[in-house]
């Protein structure tokens, strides 16, 4: 088990950027896959974004591709997601998730994942 920490959210008008962070404690990040989830009002839980244990796998949801960019520091045990050109869609509680993987593999489906931090909250004005 890990523990996750979200940060970086806020409130920012359409068409400006933010960075999310999720830090991990432990000393295996390296051996986790990650992913974000986001969850708007009245909406299910639904996936963002996800990267393998190396970095070298990435996915992201249709509506956030080429917008949106997951990274990596396993050294500094921690995950990103950096959102640019946000628009109002886009608010909504983000939530980073880790599971064990093996090698390259990478996951968007919610059960897939064990650990989940305690989100934080994205608002894009318009």
């Known amino acids: 088990q890990v523990q996750l920490v979200e940060s970086g959210g806020g409130l920012v008008q359409a068409g400006g950027s933010l960075r999310l962070s999720c830090a991990c404690s432990?000393?295996?990040?390296?051996?986790?896959?990650m992913g974000w989830f986001r969850r708007a009002p009245g909406k299910e839980r639904e996936f963002v974004a996800t990267?393998?244990?190396?970095?070298?796998?990435?996915l992201y949801a249709d509506s956030v591709k080429g917008r949106f960019t997951i990274s990596r520091d396993n050294a500094g045990n921690t995950v990103y997601l950096q959102m640019n050109s946000l628009k109002p869609e886009d608010t909504a509680v983000y939530y980073c998730?880790?599971?064990?993987?093996?090698?390259?593999?990478?996951?968007?489906?919610?059960?897939?994942?064990?650990?989940w931090g305690q989100g934080t909250q994205v608002t894009v004005s318009s």
């Open positions: 998730a880790a599971r064990l993987s093996e090698y390259t593999h990478i996951y968007t489906k919610v059960p897939s994942y064990d650990n």
């Open positions: 432990g000393r295996t990040f390296s051996s986790y896959a």
């Open positions: 990267i393998s244990r190396s970095g070298g796998s990435t």
